[in-house]
């Protein structure tokens, strides 16, 4: 028998890498290309982000909230009564992203009397909206035309909406699409527009 030497060894054994493991290391990154790719044909093809500015969404959206867009959600049907949009104003390019509440679509009636919203003639009761101390441009009836859709503020006493003469109404084609995801940060959190 030969002599064991003993002491260190600097003669390491090579590992082989097996054709299953490089296989299994393609899989991963392809999935993780694929995820990365999808996230951004969503976000960027389908959708846009603007920024909630001001706090007449409030308790909806929050300042400084990040909303994503839906700009598709309108190419088949139009936006319904409760719809949160995202319009430029009289189609204003150089004027920043509103974000209101639908209220009253095409054809509707609408009047603010009291400090209460009127749609059609029947009054609008939701406690979670408090009195308007403003009616703006519907202190008399107001109907709406074939492509408008009025709009207002969930925090609807600290609000430049429809009610205002500089907006109006809003044009179906000035509506970019429908708030449909919020991000935020401490108390605002993130979740769907509702």
Request: proline share 3%.
């Amino acid at each position: 028998m030969g002599k064991r030497r003993k002491g260190l060894s600097f003669y390491k054994k090579k590992k082989k890498i097996s054709a299953a493991l490089v296989k299994e290391i393609l899989v991963w990154c392809f999935g993780i290309f694929a995820a990365v790719f999808i996230a951004f044909v969503v976000v960027y093809a389908v959708g846009m982000s603007t920024s909630m500015i001001g706090v007449s969404m409030e308790p909806a959206l929050y300042n400084g909230q990040r909303v994503l867009i839906n700009r598709y959600a309108y190419l088949l049907t139009s936006p319904e009564v409760g719809d949160v949009v995202v319009f430029l104003p009289n189609g204003n390019r150089n004027s920043h992203y509103y974000i209101k509440r639908v209220v009253a679509v095409p054809g509707d009636t609408v009047q603010i009397i009291g400090g209460r919203l009127y749609v059609n003639g029947e009054q609008i009761v939701d406690e979670r909206y408090d009195k308007m101390a403003e009616a703006g441009i519907v202190e008399n009836p107001l109907v709406l035309g074939v492509d408008e859709y009025f709009v207002l503020g969930d925090n609807r006493n600290n609000s430049e909406d429809s009610r205002s003469a500089n907006i109006g109404p809003v044009r179906g084609r000035d509506i970019l699409g429908r708030a449909w995801f919020h991000m935020g940060s401490g108390t605002a959190g993130m979740g769907f527009v509702e």
